[in-house]
Nanobody
């Protein structure tokens, strides 16, 4: 019923930039919070950044000042602009959204399939 599709990952050198996108589609009535998580090999998935429907944001301490989360509500899309990338940012990045579906008006947590970000020289 609902899909989150991420794009924009890849290989980048330290100090470089990438922009991730995540578009939600399907039987969507409303989208509340949206966010980005990441999981590095051997580590737990962690919150990177989140944005409310009203535009309030919060970030992990490790990315503050380097990453910016934004959203386009008309397109049901959330973005993650990543600057000054470091090798320790290497991970699979997952999009997450809190969505109410049209058919049942039930509210649930949805995840994208993940996109690999590798920071290496």
């Amino acid at each position: 019923q609902v899909q989150l599709v991420e794009s924009g990952g890849g290989l980048v050198q330290p100090g470089g930039s990438l922009r991730l996108s995540c578009a939600a589609s399907g039987s969507i009535f409303a989208i509340y919070g949206m966010g980005w998580y990441r999981q590095a090999p051997g580590k737990q998935r962690e919150l990177v950044a989140a944005i409310s429907s009203g535009g309030d944001t919060n970030y992990a301490d490790s990315v503050k000042g380097r990453f910016t989360i934004s959203r386009d509500n008309a397109k049901n899309t959330v973005y993650l602009h990543m600057n000054s990338l470091k090798p320790e940012d290497t991970a699979v990045y997952y999009c997450n959204a809190d969505i109410v579906v049209v058919t049942t008006l039930s509210r649930g947590d949805y995840w994208g399939q993940g996109t690999q970000v590798t920071v290496s020289s």
